[in-house]
């Protein structure tokens, strides 16, 4: 297993990119096309949500187990968006609410927000899978600008 460093990253492109203000992350784009030959995480240990591609051989197994339970302390929220369908764009946002990136999003690319704020736009209908942290509190969690 090994971690995705900046020499991985093609910065707007085909494979990896990680938008970045002030040496803090605001998010990661999976492209679609992207598909290790290894199991690689994408994300660094210390992220609140791991995200990673977990390869194995036809044949392999993953050992029956359960998940112990873990008490963790979390602040704020991540969250991965997978885009089933369609065609957008995204605008990321830094904590002060500027503009720091927009990108075009295409079925199969995978989002990781992880700092800022972000918004869509849907170029056509679009359908996202949507994973995040829980569990649901009932209260309003965003504050839209």
């Given amino acids: ?30 492209r679609s096309a992207f598909s290790p030959d290894t199991t690689t995480f994408l ?7 791991q995200v990673g591609y977990v390869v194995y051989p036809a044949g392999g197994e993953i050992a029956r187990h359960v998940h112990l339970p873990l008490e ?6 991540s969250e991965v968006l997978v ?39 849907m170029i056509e209908e679009t359908v996202f899978l949507e994973i995040k942290q829980g569990p649901y509190t009932g209260i309003d969690e965003k504050e839209r600008f």
């Fill in 1 to 30: 297993m090994r971690a995705v460093d900046d020499a991985d990253v093609i910065v707007s492109g085909v494979q990896i990119d990680k938008i970045i203000f002030e040496n803090a992350p605001l998010a990661f784009i999976i």
């Fill in 43 to 49: 994300t660094p240990p210390h992220f609140k949500q």
């Fill in 72 to 77: 963790r302390h979390l602040v704020g929220t």
């Fill in 83 to 121: 885009v089933k369908k369609g065609h957008c764009f995204i605008d990321i946002y830094n904590d002060n609410r500027e503009l720091v990136a927009t990108r075009e999003l295409f079925t199969g690319d995978v989002m990781l927000m992880v700092g800022g704020g972000h918004g869509f736009r």
